[in-house]
Structures are given as C-alpha cells and as structure tokens.
C-alpha cells in the first residue's frame, strides 16, 4: 500500500538529476559516458576562495549561523547588488539559503497561496513548475520558439494573465536556453505590469556573469518594478561552487522578512564555511573569473559549429550561460537503429544508449521539442560527444 503523501506522489523527479543518476549508472557498468547533462562548470573554485573557506576553518567558524546569513556576508551581497546591478539593498532585505533553489522555494511558499498563477516563460528551469505546485500554485507556461531566441514578449505576458496571476518567474541569461534579455524587452514587459500592481516578479540571475553579449539588465533596475521583484542569485555558477551551496535573494522588506521566518523552520541558517568563502568570492570584482567566462564563449562556439553539420539539428546562438537547447523534432516519427523517436524524451534516451553522451529531454523544460545540452565540458570531450551523436543520427 503507497502511504506516501498525494504532494510527493505528484512531484516529479529532476529530470537532469534523474539522468545524471543514469548516466552514473551506465559508468559504473564500465560504459565510457560523457555527461552533458549536469548544469555544473568543469572548474575548480577559485584559489582565493578556497582561501578564505580554510582561514575560516582555522578561525574556528563551527558554530550555528544566523538564519538569513551572517553580516558580513550581507555587506558583501549588497556591495555586489550596488556595483553589478546598480540595486540598493539594506540588509534586512538580504536572506542566504542553502542554494538558489531554497532561495526559490522559500520565495513560492511565502507568497503562493492554493489556486495562485505563476507565469513561466517557456523554456524554464527544470524545477520552477514543480515548486510553484507543490505550494499550491498553477504554473501558466507561456510558449515560446527558437525563432524568437526563446524569448517571451510582452504580448505574450499580457494574453497570459488572469485575475489568478500572482507571480512571473524568469531566468536571464536563462537556463536552458542561454537566452538573455536586454533591457528594452524587460522595460516592455514592465510596461505591462503596470498594469497589474498586484503581480510580482522572480528575477533569477544565478548565470548573469555567464553572459557574451554584456549589459546584464535586473528587472529591480526600474524604479517601477523594484517594490514588485525578487532578485536570486548565487555564486554556483561564475565561481564554479556548485557543491557550495549558497544562494541568496535581495527582496521587498516584508518578503525577505517571511523567507527568514520560513527558513528558520526549515534548515535555518546556510553552512559556516561556505558562507566565509562567499565573502571572498562576492568582494572579488569579477574579472577574476572572466577566465571562465572567455573558454565558455569558446565552446559556445565550437559547440554551435559542429551541431550545424548534423542534418536535422537546429540551434540559435544563446547569449548567455553554458547550454545550448536545439530543436530535434524534425527526428520524431523516425527510426533509427530500429527504435522509432517519438518524442525529446526518447531522443534523449537514444543518445545515452546508442552514443554515450547524457543529455536533458526538453520536456523537463516545458519545450518537447527540444534537447538541453550542456558545455560545461573539456573542448575535447564536447568534439567527441558531437561526433558520437553525429554517427548515432546518421
């Protein structure tokens, strides 16, 4: 008898995860897999910030920290906020969690209630829908194509909305797409809003150094729009310290008051040492990881270059990010291998057994016709992952 809760019994599993996990398995099994699945830098963290995590270490930070973050952490967040996004923050209004994903669904489970609408522009990342649902949210996908960068327009927002809408969530430089709005899209998306007071915005910018067209724009840099958007970030991605886990949000008062009071129930404050490191990380200008940012723009490069050479594989250049996200639907209904695609999911699989290479379905992301691909990898390892899934489609 499955006594489980209907909450977990209706979650999905990550999608990118779920195939990480696969792809581990298959390895195991001493199969040779390259992994383009994870949305993980190759890097290894900054000297400088592994650094400041030993000193701490040896200053015996061990104890509980604050719920929302330690001060100087929220020092150093509000110094990037002001020279990054030219965003004025007090510190009130700064909470550190255990990753931008708790960031996120601390914002959900303050300001959803039972029935509220949350619009995701389509392609979202993976887990924007299922924590929108699981504090009693709808999520509201508004479709958008590969001929429009997967960009939503403000049209688009304002057919979408409903007297339920409370909320539209948004990455930029977006995860999976790479995609990234410039400020005049943002501005007539704004527009719209004024409209409507009473939504609000997610702003997750978690990838906004990863970005090769420059000019970083937050929805919060509108007088208008800054009372009415939450801002998320992290040093997950530009630091390459994923396994770090801190995230943080810089919101309305009266929010990160709420996301505070959640987090104190739940785990409390984010880990000591990390937070340290973070410190050092954030007050770093961040040219010191521009390094990564030139060899990601690289691989962009090589990486568009060598899917334009398979028939029946279509791509935008993404502006941002580390993903690339074609469109392989014209492959549906075809056999290949004697195993007939029907769908991205399928693609994905098909890739994983007959080519060795794990990707993300595009369902994950609100796209089915779409593969997310990830080249957070070695230029050697994205050459032959591209030749493999070349002589697998052939």
Not at 103 to 114: K, R
Not at 126 to 154: C, H, Q, R, W
Request: glycine share 6%.
């Amino acid at each position: 008898m499955n006594q489980l809760s209907d909450r977990i019994n209706s979650l999905s599993t990550s999608a990118t995860l779920a195939m990480a996990a696969k792809a581990r398995e298959l390895r195991e099994q001493g199969k040779n897999i390259i992994g383009l699945s994870l949305g993980e830098p190759d890097f290894n963290t900054p000297d400088f910030v592994k650094a400041a995590a030993k000193d701490a270490i040896d200053q015996n930070y061990n104890s509980y920290t604050p719920v929302d973050g330690y001060g100087e952490l929220k020092d150093a967040i509000i110094t990037k906020f002001k020279r990054d996004n030219a965003l004025e923050f007090e510190k009130s209004q700064i909470v550190v969690s255990t990753g931008a994903k708790q960031s996120l669904y601390n914002i959900a489970s303050v300001m959803l209630n039972e029935g509220d609408e949350v619009i995701l522009p389509c392609p979202y990342w993976v887990s924007y829908s299922d924590i929108v649902k699981l504090n009693g949210g709808v999520p509201v996908e508004v479709k958008t194509s590969i001929d429009n960068d997967f960009k939503m327009t403000a049209e688009q927002l304002e057919a979408a909305i409903t007297p339920k809408t409370k909320m539209i969530w948004y990455s930029s430089p977006c995860n999976p797409s790479g995609s990234v709005y410039s400020k005049a899209e943002l501005r007539a998306i704004a527009d719209v809003l004024q409209k409507y007071p009473n939504i609000f915005v997610v702003s997750d910018e978690i990838y906004e150094h990863i970005n090769f067209v420059g000019g970083h724009c937050s929805m919060a840099q509108f007088d208008d729009m800054y009372n009415r958007t939450i801002t998320v970030n992290g040093v997950s991605k530009a630091f390459a310290m994923t396994g770090w886990r801190i995230g943080y949000i810089g919101a309305p008062d009266w929010i990160a008051r709420a996301c505070n009071k959640i987090q104190g129930q739940i785990t409390s404050g984010a880990n000591c040492i990390a937070q340290r490191a973070v410190i050092a990380a954030l007050e770093a200008s961040p040219d010191k990881v521009k390094y990564m940012i030139d060899e990601f723009k690289e691989r962009r490069q090589l990486i568009l270059g060598l899917l334009s050479k398979i028939d029946g594989i279509s791509c935008n250049e993404p502006e941002g990010a580390f993903y690339v996200f074609p469109d392989i639907s014209s492959y549906f209904g075809k056999t290949l291998n004697g195993q007939t695609i029907n769908n991205a999911s399928e693609f994905a699989m098909y890739l994983l057994e007959h080519a060795n290479v794990a990707t993300v379905t595009g369902d994950a992301f609100g796209n089915p016709n779409c593969i997310r691909i990830s080249y957070a990898a070695s230029q050697e390892q994205i050459i032959e992952a591209v030749d493999r899934i070349k002589t697998a489609l052939a």
